[in-house]
């Protein structure tokens, strides 16, 4: 795995938070705590050196694509049942 157990399990930690944070609409406290960190402060710390970004910015982005992504799914229903 070329990492300790320590590393392995903040990062499982770090990739089921992104999860929460696209998926719900919890506080980026709760989903810290949910995902096994013992402070929101070394949450983020850890969450930007894995993302570059911090966990807001991150949700902001990902629930902006995924938005748009629901917009044209919608578009293209209503383009399919006019034809």
Do not use: W
């Not at 938005?67 to 799914?73: E, H, L, V």
């Amino acid at each position: 795995m070329n990492c300790s157990i320590f590393e392995y399990i903040t990062n499982y930690r770090l990739v089921e938070s992104e999860k929460l944070l696209i998926t719900t609409n919890e506080s980026i406290t709760d989903i810290a705590y949910k995902c096994g960190f013992a402070s929101a402060s070394y949450f983020i710390e850890k969450f930007k050196l894995q993302t570059g970004m911090s966990p807001f910015i991150y949700r902001k982005k990902k629930q902006s694509k995924t938005q748009k992504y629901i917009q044209i799914s919608e578009i293209n229903q209503n383009i399919c049942i006019i034809a």
